[in-house]
């Protein structure tokens, strides 16, 4: 087993980050994302006014709060399996009204069924532990019409020297030099992503209904929940 595949076994024993880690990743990965999730705060604004936005492994919630912020119209929810993440995200939140945190696993959904327009998740995928569920969940939670972004860490977005100087020059030093080590660690490779988990949604209500491109520093996957 080589050290990587190691390391990221190791890494994806927990689903939930515990507590030291949630206040170690607020401190740190979160401020290093913020850019990167502007871009994706700004598509989502730029593709709705109303409704509501679901954020499954919302984090310390900057991305829900930048959305609700940009949108006071939209109604945000983020959901997360740790506690602390939860109250860390509640704190960014104070004082915003339609930015809402609940503590959850996205395997069960607390949404009532067609309930969601749009649901977002930004590195967290590879924390799942029942994958199929939770995609069968934002399936049953999101409204006809309505699609799931999930986005996390593929090393090949980084391995062409060209992107890797553009990512360098547009986020600096940690996202343009170490993405291809964190994204490795934090994230599958694109043979992971167009076997295992394309094989995965195809045992899952989405079946025939996604597409996958790498996007800024992402994979993005892109599910639809046709009429
Ligand atoms: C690496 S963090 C990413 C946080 C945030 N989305 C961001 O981009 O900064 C992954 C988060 O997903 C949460 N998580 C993992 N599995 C989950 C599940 N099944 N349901 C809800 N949250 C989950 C973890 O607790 C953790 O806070």
């Known amino acids: 087993m080589s050290l990587t595949r190691f390391i990221k076994d190791l890494l994806r024993k927990p689903e939930s980050i515990p507590t030291p880690g949630a206040i170690f990743y607020n401190a740190t990965v979160a401020k290093v994302l913020r850019k990167p999730e502007t871009k994706i705060a700004n598509d989502i604004v730029a593709r709705m006014k109303k409704g509501t936005v679901l954020d499954i492994g919302s984090g310390t919630g900057y991305l829900v709060v ?5 949108a ?3 109604r945000v929810c983020g959901i997360d399996l740790s506690t602390q993440m939860v ?7 104070r004082g915003i009204d339609n930015a809402q945190f609940v503590f959850g696993n996205a395997a069960k959904l607390p949404f009532r069924d067609k309930s969601i327009d749009l649901v977002v998740s930004t590195g967290a995928s590879h924390h799942w532990k029942t994958p199929r569920l939770v995609f069968d969940e934002c399936h049953r939670v999101l409204k ?5 972004w999930i986005y996390d860490g593929c090393p090949e977005v980084f391995s062409n020297p060209a992107s890797r100087r553009r990512l360098n020059k547009e986020y600096g030093f940690l996202i343009g030099r170490l993405g291809y080590r964190v994204s490795t660690l934090h994230g599958f490779t694109k ?13 899952t209500a989405f079946k025939g209904n996604y597409q996958m491109a790498l ?7 892109t599910l639809r929940k046709p009429g």
């Open 66 to 70: 930048k959305i609700a912020r940009r």
């Open 72 to 74: 006071p119209s939209l």
């Open 87 to 93: 109250k860390i995200a509640r704190s960014h939140a």
């Open 144 to 148: 006809t019409d309505g699609e799931a």
């Open 191 to 203: 043979e992971e992503y167009q076997t295992v988990i394309m094989h995965m949604l195809e045992q």
């Open 215 to 221: 996007t800024d520093i992402w994979m993005k996957i």
